[in-house]
């Protein structure tokens, strides 16, 4: 049997192409990296040289023309992810989208029915719901290790009250839609409703905990997601938090609780020059484990430590693109839920300005 090949084709070179993208996508043998459009490639980052045999594009014009494309990758700053999407949507091709996925409820709303109308897959990258210390809470919730989930917390949480004054990241330019709960709320809340679904309202706290904030943007959030079977969320990212080690997850049941410190353990990884298949990558280390504790048959609680398991890796969301498009699986995630997370956003966001807690 001859497996095809789809030609990949990425919209942009930066911090996010190099570090979250590429490793993985050359890592699934049934996608081809065919594409880069990088503006202004510089004799030190020259997409070309670094990828020979690859076409080289300046503009995203080009790309979406070249007949020859099969998926466009968007890893461009959000405010631009609209235009590009819905354009590379009507040329025919299958779109993988950075998080956060679009500005707006509508405009997610629209692309969703772009893509449906032209009969090609939309899906965002939602890569965390491949990291090994969420797979490992994952299996616990769900082989009733920790019984009726009634309290989950998850946090993002890092102390960085001052930021760098010579930070060039556009994340902190000011670019709009890219305060912290556009960043990590949409993976946060992405996890959440991928684990227990939609809540019935929601409850938000949005602002700044940088006493200089000179972009505008809000660098913290809380989100509280309540659902009616007596189970809340609590999810939450600020930049105020002098501890030795970040809480991660903290999640308690009738049963049993596990408690979780450390981020998965790739993004480190990967900014250390560590690549997919070599020995050790996605593997934490067992001073990073977590701690499930347990009620013993007298009543008492007793702890123990959880391997992490050794998770699919970020590689899973390509490998799980591939076998979508060759119609064998459902998208890794798709664009109708990435759009419910940028409704919780935009809800949260309300909340936060209107004192209130408002329905979902």
């Not at 067992?286 to 347990?294: E, F, H």
């Not at 899973?316 to 990435?338: D, F, I, N, T, V």
């Amino acid at each position: 049997m001859v497996t095809k090949t789809w030609n990949v084709g990425l919209i942009g070179y930066g911090f996010s192409a190099k570090i979250f993208h590429l490793p993985f996508i050359q890592s699934v043998p049934e996608l081809k990296l065919y594409a880069i459009v990088q503006r202004n490639p510089t004799p030190e980052n020259d997409a070309e040289k670094d990828h020979p045999g690859i076409k080289s594009y300046r503009s995203a014009d080009e790309l979406v023309k070249d007949a020859n494309v099969d998926v466009i990758v968007i890893t461009t700053p959000p405010d631009g992810h609209f235009e590009l999407t819905k354009k590379a949507l009507e040329a025919g091709k299958h779109v993988v989208v950075e998080k956060p996925f679009v500005p707006t409820y509508k405009e997610a709303e629209e692309l969703v029915a772009v893509a449906q109308k032209n009969n090609k897959l939309l899906a965002v990258y939602q890569n965390r719901r491949y990291d090994a210390d969420y797979v490992t809470l994952s299996k616990l919730v769900k082989n009733g290790s920790l019984g009726r989930v009634v309290e989950y917390e998850t946090h993002f949480d890092r102390h960085r009250p001052e930021i760098a004054p010579n930070s060039t990241a556009w994340k902190l330019q000011g670019v709009p839609y890219t305060g912290a709960i556009y960043d990590l709320g949409a993976h946060l809340l992405d996890q959440a409703v991928h684990l227990f679904g939609l809540p019935q309202r929601i409850t938000g706290f949005v602002g700044s905990q940088r006493a200089n904030n000179p972009t505008g943007l809000e660098d913290s959030f809380t989100a509280l997601l309540h659902y009616d079977k007596g189970l809340l969320v609590t999810a939450k990212a600020g930049v105020v938090s002098p501890e030795e080690k970040q809480l991660r997850f903290w999640v308690r049941g009738d049963k049993g609780s596990f408690r979780k410190f450390h981020v998965d353990i790739q993004e480190e990884q990967l900014k250390a020059g560590l690549r997919p298949g070599d020995s050790g990558y996605g593997l934490e280390p067992s001073d990073r484990y977590g701690v499930l504790t347990t009620i013993d048959q007298n009543g008492k609680p007793s702890a123990e430590k959880v391997p992490t398991v050794e998770g699919p890796t970020w590689v899973e969301y390509y490998r799980k693109l591939a076998r979508a498009l060759a119609g064998e699986s459902e998208l890794p995630a798709s664009g109708y839920e990435a759009s419910q997370v940028i409704r919780l956003i935009e809800l949260a966001r309300e909340s936060s300005k209107s004192g209130r807690t408002l329905d979902v």
